[in-house]
C-alpha cells in the first residue's frame, strides 16, 4: 500500500512536473515573440548604440531562437535560471528574497481563510434561517463579487486615511532594524492587518457558501433525518455528521486557493506596497527580464503543483474513498 | 398586486416611449428621411454609423418587442410568473443594452468646456448655450437628412453647444466659464425670440474627470463590460467543449494530458499570465476578450468531460451508438441536451468571474482604458479621483457589485433548478 | 463567545504595539522619501534612470559638480573631488588637483588613481557601464576603450594631467561622473563587475553611504561623518521608501509617514496646500510632451528603408494645423492646473538666453486650421464629418504608452479636438515597453510621449535627420538647415554664438513643426517644512540633501 501510494505520487509529479516544462517553454517562445527589448531599457540621448548591441550580445539574445532555447532547456534541467537582467543577481537568489514573504502571507491568508469561513458556515449552520445566516449569505455575496482593488482602496481610506489606526503599506516602519523582537512582531501585525483583511476576504466569502451549501446538502440527506429522528442530539449531529462529511469536497477547491495565494497576490501586494513574488513577477513582466520571468513562473508552477498534491493526499486522507481514486 | 414579466417588459416599454417620446419620433423622422433619400437615388450622400443603426434596432425592437409579448402572453410560461429581483434586474440589463440610445440622449464621449464640466457631483445643472448651424449647399432631401442626423446623434466634441456658467446679455454676449469671461457674437447664437436660447442638462450621477456625463457612460458601459463578459464566455466554451470531447472520446492519452494541463493551469496564478500576454501583445477590446477567454476554459472543460464520460457509460447512449448514429448526430440529438444545463450554469458563473477579471485589469494598466467606456475603467479612474469625487467609483461600483449578484444568484438558482430535475 | 473575549485584548495589543512604533518612529534629523519603484542599483557604473542616478550621486563624487545658475539658465562648474583644474591653451590638456582630505568609507584615503581607475573601467566595452561609448573626445581604442596610458599622467596622489587628441573639443561635462573606489574593485574580473556582491555593500566616499537597503522596501542612508560634506547640524539619514500606489504615496505624505515626494498630480495640489505642514515646490522645464507625427511614410520604410512624405504628415501646413487644433490651454488649465506652460519647441524655458522670444506658441484656432488644412486639400467633400483628400480619409491611430494619467488625459482631449475639425483619430494605449519598440522602429503614424531633457541642451540626438546618428528621431524629421544648423552647434562656439544659433534654429523648427509640441510640465514636489535649507533647481531635489537640516 505504502509503496503504492509512492509510485502514483511519484508518477504524478513526474507528470505534473512535464507539463510544467511544457508550460514553462511555451512562455518562453511567447517571451521570445513578442515586442519589446530587454537591452532597451531606457531611452536617453547619452546611450551609445554600442551599449546597447554589447548588452544585447551579454544577453544571448542575438543567437538563433532554437540555440536560446537549448540552452534554456540545459540550463532548466541542471536547475539554474542565470542571471536577472535587473537586479544583477541569481535569478534563484533574487526569487528566494521575496518568496519567503509570500509563503507566510498566502498561508496566514489561507488559514484565515479557512478558520472564518468554517466558523461563519457553522455559525450559519446553527442559526439556520434567522437573521444572522440570511445576512451571512447575502453579505458574503458582496464580498465576494466586491472587486479586491475597490475593497483595498476603501479599507486605506477608512482605517488609515480617516481613522489614522493603521499604516498604509509596506510591512514594517522604516526603522524596524532597530527594534525589539517585540516590537518587531508588532509592527509587522500591524502592517499585515489590512493586506489580509484584503486578500482574504474574497476567498472566504467563497469559502464560506460552498460549506454552507455542502452543509445544507449533507442536512438534507436521508440518514441526517434519520438521526434526528431518533433523537440524537443537534450538537453530535453537526460535528459528528454534518461537518465531516461536507469537508472533504472542500480540500481540492482549498487547493486550488492555497496554489494560487503562494504564487503571489497581485493586486493586495500592489495596492499596499508589499515585497511579495506577485510583484516581482509583474515587474520582471513589464521589464521584460525574461530569466525572472521563467523563474517566478517556475516556482509558481511548482508551488501549484505540490499544495494540489496537498489538497488530493489529504482529501483521501479524509475520505478513503478518494484515495482510491488517487491511487489510479 | 402580482407584477409578472408580461406587465414588466410592458410598462418599461412604455415608459421608455413616454420618456423619450421627442427621441422615438426623431428616430422616425430621420429613418423616414433615410429611406426617402435612398428611394430618391441618392444613397451615396449616406453615411451608415453604428449610431444609426442603433437608433433603427432600438426603433423597430420597441415596436417588435410588445407585440411578441402580447401576441405570445399565453404561450410563453415565463411571462406569467412572478417577477424575482434577479429576474427584474436581468430585465433592466438587457433593456439598458437593447436600448441605451433611448435611454440617454447623450453621447459617452462628450466632453467640453472642462471649466465647467469638471467632476460635478451628481444632479448638478450645467447651462447650454446652442451655437447656430452651419448651412450645407446640399440638394433639399439629403439637407432635411442631414438636420435631422445631426440633431438626434449627438457628436462627441458638441460642435454645437456651450456648457457655461452664467450669461450677460448684451451686445457682444458674455458668458462666464469658472472665472473667465468670454465674449461671443449675438449672430453665432442661436436665439429663442429675442434672448438666446440657454437649456440645462443635468447630469444625474455627476460628471469625471474629462467632464463626461457617468449616466451616460454607465449605460453605454453596460454594453461594453457584458460583451466582453459574453465573448469571453463563448471563447472559453468553444476551447472546454473542443478539448473536453476529444479527451473523452480519443483514448487515455489525450485525456491524461488535457486533465493534467487543466489541472496545472487552474491552480497557476492565471493573472500573470494574462498580465503577460496583455503587456507583451497590447491590449484592447479583442485581446482582453480573447485572453480572458482562453484563461479560464478549464472549469468547463472539467465539467463537459466528466458529463461526457458519464453520458457515454449511459444505456440510451450505448443504444444511439449502436443503432449506428454519426457522431455529430449523437452529439445534438444525444449529448447536448444532458450537457446543457450544467453547462449554462457554470458559464453564467464564468461570466460574473470574467467581468470582475476586466476590473482588476484596469487596475493594471491592461484593462480597456479610456477608449471604451467600461464599468472596470471607470471603476479604475474613480478610486485615483476617491478623495475628490465619491460618485466617479461609487456608481459603476454600485453597477457592478447588483451585476455581479443578480449573476450569481441566477447561477444558483439555476443550479438548485437542475440539481432538483436531476433528482 | 471566544472571539468577543478576545477582541477587547487583541485591540488593546495593537494600540499597545501603534503606541510603542510612533514613539521610535520619530527620530529627529532624518528625510524619508517616497518614490514608485526600488532602484534596481547603486553602482554608479549602472545607474541608468534617473532615481539610480541621485542616489549613486549621495554615495560618490565626482570630479566637479554643477551649480544651476538661475539668471542666466545655465551650469556653472564647482569644485569636488577636485579642488581646482587649469586648462592649457590649446584645450587638449586638462590638470586636475585633487582634495586631499577624501576617505573611502572603509578608511581609504581617496587618490588619483581611484580617479584613472574610474575612467578605464566606464569606458570598458566587458564592464558595460552607462556610460560606455561616449568617451569619444579620448584617446581610444577601436573598442572605445580609454587609451590610459596616453591619457593620463599622474604627477602625484592628488595631481594628474589629462591629455586629449588634437581634434578633440572636450569639455567639463566629459569627467563628470561619480568616481568609484579602485581597491574595492580591483581584484574582480572586468566581466562579473555587473553582478559582483560589492554592489550591494558599496565602498563609498559622498557625504552619505548605504545603511541598508530592503528590496522593494526601503533603502536607508546615513550621513557619512568622514566626508568634508558632513555637517552635524545637517541631516543625519535618508530613507528612500518604494511605495507603487501614487495614492498611498499622498496618503503617508499627509500622515507625514513620508517628508518629501515628487511628481504630484496638479489636482492634489490644492489639498496639499491646505495641509499646514506640507508645502510645494515645482521643478520647472525639464519634461515637455508632445505629440509626434511620424514625417515618413512608416510602411515604405519598413520595406526597404526609403525615406518618402507621410500621406498625413508629410506637410509642415497640415502639422501646423494639427497643432493649431489641439486646445492645449485646456489641458493647461484643467489638468495641469497651469503647473506648466505652452511649448513652442525643443529649447527649455529655463535656458533663458537660448530662448528666442520671436517664437511664440500657435494658439487653439479649429477654424484657422481648418483652413490651412483646406489649403492642403483636406475637406470633407462625402458630408460624413470626415476630412478626405482624394480616396485617403483624414484618420489616424494616436498611441500612448499606458501608466501615465496625464498623457491618457490630453490623449481623451486631444481627440476630441481634432474630431471637432473632421479627423478621425483612435487612441490605442499600449505597454511602455512595446511602445518603445515601436517608436524605434518608426511604424507608429502618431504617437504621445514626453522628453525629460538633458542639461546642458543637447539637440542632435533627437531631432537630426540621418537616422543612424540620432536614433532618437522618432518623427525622423528631416531639413537640411537645421541639420546644418545643429552641426555648427557641435563646433566651439562662444555662448553668445551658441544662442544666436539655437535661436536661429528654434526659427527653423517652428515652422516645420516636426511634432506639436505640448507643454512643459512642472515636476510638482512637496515637502514636510521640517527640512530647511531645501533648494530646488531644475537639477533635482536630492541635489543638494546633504545640506538640509530639520526643524525640531
Known amino acids: 500500500m505504502k509503496r503504492k501510494l509512492l509510485y502514483a505520487i511519484g508518477k504524478r509529479l513526474l507528470i505534473s512536473f512535464a507539463i510544467l516544462f511544457v508550460f514553462i517553454s511555451f512562455l518562453f517562445f511567447l517571451i521570445r515573440i513578442s515586442p519589446g527589448d530587454p537591452s532597451q531599457k531606457l531611452i536617453s540621448p547619452k546611450l551609445s548604440p554600442a551599449l546597447h548591441e554589447s548588452v544585447k550580445e551579454s544577453f544571448a539574445l542575438n543567437d538563433p531562437i532554437l540555440e536560446q532555447f537549448y540552452n534554456f532547456t540545459k540550463n532548466m534541467l541542471t536547475g539554474q535560471f542565470g542571471y536577472s537582467y535587473d537586479y544583477k543577481m541569481p535569478v534563484t537568489k533574487v526569487i528566494l528574497e521575496f518568496l519567503p514573504f509570500t509563503l507566510i502571507l498566502g498561508s496566514l491568508s489561507f488559514v484565515i481563510q479557512l478558520a472564518l469561513s468554517f466558523w461563519l458556515a457553522y455559525l450559519s449552520l446553527k442559526n439556520r434561517g434567522k ?87 449533507v442536512r438534507s440527506k436521508s440518514f441526517i433525518l434519520n438521526l434526528r429522528s431518533m433523537g440524537v442530539s443537534e450538537n453530535v449531529i453537526i460535528w459528528k455528521h454534518i461537518i465531516p462529511n461536507s469537508i472533504s469536497p472542500l480540500v481540492s477547491i482549498a487547493g486550488i486557493e492555497l496554489g494560487t495565494l503562494l504564487g503571489g497576490a497581485l493586486i493586495t501586494e500592489v495596492l499596499f506596497s508589499l515585497p511579495g513574488m506577485g510583484r516581482l513577477t509583474i515587474n520582471a513582466i513589464f521589464a521584460r527580464d525574461y530569466p525572472l520571468i521563467i523563474g517566478c513562473s517556475f516556482i509558481a508552477g511548482v508551488l501549484m503543483i505540490f499544495s494540489n498534491l496537498l489538497a488530493d493526499l489529504s482529501r483521501s486522507i479524509i475520505n478513503p474513498r478518494y484515495s482510491k481514486e488517487f491511487l489510479n | 398586486m402580482r407584477i409578472n414579466y408580461f406587465i414588466m417588459i410592458l410598462t418599461a416599454v412604455l415608459l421608455l416611449f413616454a420618456v423619450r417620446f421627442n427621441v422615438v419620433v426623431d428616430s422616425a423622422l430621420l429613418i423616414y428621411s433615410l429611406v426617402n433619400l435612398i428611394w430618391k437615388g441618392q444613397s451615396e450622400s449616406v453615411h451608415f454609423s453604428f449610431d444609426l443603426f442603433d437608433h433603427f434596432t432600438g426603433l423597430i425592437l420597441m415596436i417588435i418587442i410588445p407585440l411578441i409579448v402580447l401576441i405570445f402572453k399565453n404561450k410563453i410560461k415565463l411571462l406569467n410568473q412572478k417577477i424575482s429581483l434577479v429576474g427584474a434586474v436581468t430585465l433592466i440589463l438587457t433593456f439598458i443594452i437593447l436600448f441605451s440610445p433611448f435611454i440617454t440622449n447623450y453621447s459617452p464621449d462628450l466632453q467640453k468646456d472642462l471649466a465647467v464640466t469638471k467632476l460635478l457631483p451628481p444632479f448638478s445643472k450645467v447651462k447650454i448655450l446652442h451655437l447656430k448651424k452651419e448651412t450645407k449647399n446640399i440638394n433639399e432631401h439629403a439637407a432635411e437628412f442631414f438636420e435631422r442626423k445631426t440633431e438626434l446623434l449627438k457628436d462627441d466634441f458638441g460642435s454645437s453647444i456651450i456648457f457655461i456658467d452664467s450669461l450677460v446679455i448684451g451686445e457682444p454676449l458674455v458668458y462666464f466659464q469658472s472665472q473667465t469671461s468670454i465674449r461671443i457674437d449675438v449672430d453665432k447664437i442661436e436665439m429663442s425670440g429675442s434672448k438666446p436660447k440657454v437649456t440645462t442638462k443635468t447630469f444625474l450621477m455627476g460628471t469625471d474627470e474629462f467632464g463626461r456625463d457617468i449616466f451616460t457612460r454607465i449605460i453605454y458601459g453596460t454594453r461594453v463590460s457584458l460583451f466582453v463578459g459574453l465573448g469571453a464566455v463563448m471563447v472559453s466554451l468553444l476551447i472546454a467543449s473542443v478539448l473536453g470531447f476529444i479527451s473523452a472520446y480519443y483514448g487515455k492519452f489525450w485525456d491524461m494530458l488535457f486533465n493534467r494541463a487543466a489541472e496545472t493551469l487552474f491552480a497557476f496564478p492565471i493573472l500573470f499570465l494574462i498580465v503577460l500576454t496583455l503587456a507583451l501583445f497590447g491590449n484592447n477590446v479583442f485581446s482582453i476578450l480573447f485572453v480572458l ?22 444505456d440510451f447512449f450505448i443504444t444511439a451508438q449502436l443503432i449506428g448514429l454519426s457522431k455529430f448526430k449523437l452529439f445534438t440529438a444525444e449529448m447536448f441536451p444532458v450537457l446543457r444545463i450544467p453547462i449554462i450554469i457554470n458559464c453564467v458563473l464564468l461570466f460574473g468571474n470574467i467581468i470582475l477579471a476586466e476590473a482588476a485589469l484596469s487596475y493594471l494598466g491592461l484593462g480597456l482604458g479610456n477608449s471604451l467606456p467600461s464599468w472596470g475603467a471607470m471603476i479604475d479612474a474613480g478610486q485615483n479621483y476617491l478623495n475628490h469625487a465619491w460618485w466617479m467609483i461609487t456608481f459603476p461600483g454600485l453597477m457592478l457589485i447588483l451585476t455581479l449578484l443578480t449573476i450569481n444568484e441566477l447561477g444558483s438558482s439555476l443550479n438548485k433548478l437542475y440539481n432538483r430535475s436531476v433528482k | 463567545m471566544l472571539i468577543k473575549k478576545l477582541a477587547p485584548i487583541l485591540l488593546s495589543v495593537l494600540f499597545i504595539f501603534n503606541s510603542c512604533t510612533d514613539k521610535s518612529s520619530r527620530e529627529a534629523d532624518r528625510v524619508i522619501i517616497g518614490i514608485p519603484s526600488d532602484v534596481e542599483t547603486i553602482n554608479p557604473l549602472y545607474a541608468f534612470n534617473i532615481a539610480e542616478g541621485n542616489i549613486t550621486e549621495l554615495l560618490f563624487l565626482s570630479l566637479v559638480r554643477y551649480e544651476w545658475n538661475e539668471e542666466l539658465g545655465n551650469l556653472e562648474p564647482k569644485p569636488m573631488l577636485a579642488e581646482k583644474w587649469e586648462w592649457n591653451s590649446d584645450s587638449t590638456q586638462v590638470t586636475f588637483y585633487l582634495r586631499d582630505n577624501v576617505y573611502w568609507s572603509d578608511g581609504v584615503k581617496f587618490t588619483a588613481d581611484d580617479v584613472i581607475f574610474s575612467f578605464d573601467v566606464y569606458s570598458d566595452p566587458a564592464v558595460q557601464s552607462k556610460l560606455y561609448g561616449t568617451f569619444q573626445e579620448f584617446y581610444t581604442d577601436e573598442e572605445n576603450h580609454i587609451d590610459i596610458g596616453k591619457s593620463f599622467e599622474i604627477t602625484n596622489a592628488y595631481q594628474f594631467t589629462i591629455n586629449f587628441p588634437k581634434e578633440a573639443k572636450p569639455t567639463l561635462f566629459d569627467i563628470e561622473f561619480p568616481i568609484i573606489a579602485m581597491h574595492s574593485y580591483k581584484d574582480i574580473p572586468r566581466n562579473k563587475f ?13 557625504p552619505f553611504k548605504l545603511a541598508r537597503w530592503d528590496r522593494n522596501q526601503a533603502l536607508i542612508l546615513e550621513a557619512n561623518t568622514q566626508s568634508y560634506l558632513y555637517s552635524p547640524d545637517a541631516i543625519q539619514e535618508i530613507v528612500i521608501k518604494i511605495i507603487p500606489d501614487y495614492s498611498a504615496r499622498i496618503t503617508q505624505l499627509k500622515k507625514g509617514e513620508i517628508d518629501l515626494m515628487e511628481d504630484l498630480k496638479p489636482e492634489d495640489t490644492e489639498m496639499i496646500n491646505d495641509e499646514s505642514k506640507l508645502s510645494i515646490e515645482t521643478v520647472k522645464g525639464r519634461e515637455y510632451d508632445y505629440i509626434g507625427w511620424n514625417n515618413i511614410d512608416p510602411k515604405k520604410y519598413a520595406e526597404d528603408g526609403t525615406i518618402s512624405p507621410h500621406p498625413l504628415f508629410g506637410s509642415a501646413k497640415v502639422r501646423i494645423a494639427l497643432t493649431k487644433a489641439v486646445n492645449r490651454k485646456e489641458i493647461l488649465e484643467s489638468y495641469l492646473k497651469n503647473y506648466g506652460e505652452l511649448a513652442v519647441g525643443p529649447v527649455a524655458p529655463i535656458f533663458k538666453d537660448a530662448l528666442n522670444p520671436a517664437v511664440t506658441p500657435y494658439l487653439h484656432n479649429p477654424d484657422s486650421a481648418k483652413i490651412l488644412l483646406a489649403e492642403e486639400g483636406w475637406a470633407d467633400t462625402d458630408n460624413d464629418g470626415i476630412l478626405e483628400k482624394g480616396n485617403r480619409e483624414f484618420s489616424f491611430t494616436l498611441n500612448i504608452a499606458s501608466g501615465n494619467p496625464r498623457r491618457e488625459y490630453a490623449a481623451t482631449i486631444i481627440q476630441n479636438n481634432f474630431k471637432s475639425i473632421g479627423i478621425d483619430v483612435k487612441i490605442e494605449t499600449m505597454e511602455l515597453g512595446t511602445f518603445i519598440d515601436n517608436l524605434y522602429s518608426k511604424s507608429f503614424d502618431a504617437w504621445m510621449i514626453g522628453w525629460f531633457v538633458p542639461i546642458p541642451l543637447e539637440l542632435k540626438p533627437y531631432w537630426y535627420s540621418d537616422l543612424e546618428l540620432a536614433p532618437l528621431n522618432f518623427a525622423s524629421y528631416y531639413s537640411k538647415l537645421a541639420d546644418s544648423l545643429m552641426l555648427e552647434l557641435e563646433e566651439n562656439l562662444s555662448e553668445k554664438d551658441q544662442n544666436k544659433i539655437l535661436s536661429e534654429l ?6 516645420d513643426e516636426p511634432v506639436t509640441f505640448l507643454y512643459w510640465i512642472d515636476n510638482i514636489v512637496a515637502y514636510n517644512k521640517k527640512i530647511r535649507n531645501i533648494s530646488i533647481t531644475p537639477l533635482g531635489i536630492v541635489h543638494h540633501c546633504w545640506e538640509w537640516e530639520i526643524e525640531n
Open chain 1, 131 to 217: 437573521f444572522l445566516d440570511r445576512f451571512l449569505s447575502k453579505f458574503s455575496l458582496v464580498m465576494y463579487v466586491t472587486p479586491i482593488f475597490v475593497l483595498g482602496v476603501f479599507l486605506v481610506f477608512i482605517f488609515s486615511v480617516k481613522l489614522d489606526l493603521l499604516p498604509t503599506s509596506g510591512i514594517s516602519s522604516v526603522d524596524s532594524y532597530r527594534y525589539s523582537f517585540w516590537q518587531n512582531l508588532g509592527d509587522y501585525i500591524l502592517h499585515l492587518i489590512l493586506p489580509l483583511i484584503t486578500l482574504s476576504a474574497a476567498g472566504t466569502a467563497l469559502f464560506y457558501r460552498y460549506l454552507r451549501d455542502y452543509f445544507e446538502d
Open chain 2, 293 to 314: 477567454g482562453a484563461a479560464s476554459w478549464m472549469s468547463l472543460f472539467k465539467i463537459i468531460h466528466n458529463e461526457v464520460i458519464e453520458i457515454k457509460k449511459k
Open chain 3, 506 to 511: 528654434q526659427e527653423v523648427m517652428h515652422e
Open chain 3, 194 to 206: 555587473q553582478t559582483t556582491e560589492i554592489n550591494f555593500q558599496p565602498i563609498s566616499n559622498g
